[in-house]
């Protein structure tokens, strides 16, 4: 399975960014899927999740009502709304997969198979 992610880049506080991740190979409709980010000197951190038939969405605190994740199975693509972004929203965002294609809230990144490269999203204040 390959991951790509993509839309990243410089926006100011208050703004907001679509991220997109584009798969190939595998199952797509069968993973559940995940954004997490990672900013400098800190540790990599789930943003949101979404199940494999998108019907379960979790989001972390910091973001929830914020963020939005969405997927199109036929397009094999997740997306990631952001919205009303903060600096502290500064990080690297990733896309990953997970193929037990459940999700609950609890994931970790070790419980994520496959990984995109990951796209610098900063927001200046």
């Known amino acids: 399975v390959q991951l790509q992610a993509y839309g990243g880049g410089l926006v100011q506080a208050g703004g907001s960014l679509r991220l997109s991740c584009a798969a190939s190979g595998g199952t797509f409709s069968s993973y559940a899927m995940g954004w997490f980010r990672q900013a400098p000197g800190k540790e990599r951190e789930r943003v949101a999740t979404i199940s494999w038939n998108g019907r379960m969405t979790y989001y972390r605190k910091a973001v929830k009502g914020r963020f939005t994740i969405s997927r199109n199975n036929a397009k094999n693509t997740v997306d990631l709304q952001m919205n009303s972004l903060k600096p502290e929203d500064t990080a690297v965002y990733y896309c990953?997969?997970?193929?037990?294609?459940?999700?609950?809230?609890?994931?970790?990144?070790?419980?994520?198979?496959?990984w995109g490269q990951g796209t610098l999203v900063t927001v200046s204040s």
């Open positions: 990953a997969a997970d193929t037990y294609g459940v999700v609950d809230g609890t994931e970790r990144a070790n419980d994520f198979e496959y």
